[in-house]
């Protein structure tokens, strides 16, 4: 989803500045708290799975370090949105929240 939107967002422009890359978490957020406010009234589960960034290398290409950026960032907000939260180390759940 994220690639989607940033996509969609920067892919005219030459270079991803930190204007751009807020728009593109902006965007990000904005579609993540829609989907969490239509399973709050169905009254379900959501289940959200996401890469975690930060543990590896940084990226070599520019657009690569822009989309480990606001993967980081909107994990951060998504967390904090989050009843519960997880993270998989080696196949083990491990509870954060």
């Given amino acids: ?3 989607n939107i940033m996509f969609e967002i920067t892919s005219k422009l030459e270079y991803i500045d930190e204007t751009a890359k807020r728009d593109v978490e902006y965007a990000v ?3 993540l708290k829609e989907l969490i406010k239509k399973v709050k009234r169905m ?3 959501l289940i ?3 890469n975690e960034v930060g543990y590896s290398v940084v990226p070599e290409n520019k657009v ?3 989309f480990r950026d606001i993967q ?3 994990n951060t907000i ?3 949105l989050c009843d519960e939260v997880y993270i998989v180390v080696c196949g083990i759940p491990v509870k954060i929240k």
């Fill in 1 to 3: 989803m994220i690639s």
């Fill in 29 to 31: 957020v904005e579609e």
């Fill in 43 to 45: 009254e379900g589960n």
């Fill in 48 to 50: 959200l799975v996401t």
């Fill in 64 to 66: 690569a370090r822009a």
């Fill in 72 to 74: 980081g960032r909107v």
């Fill in 78 to 80: 998504l967390g904090s």
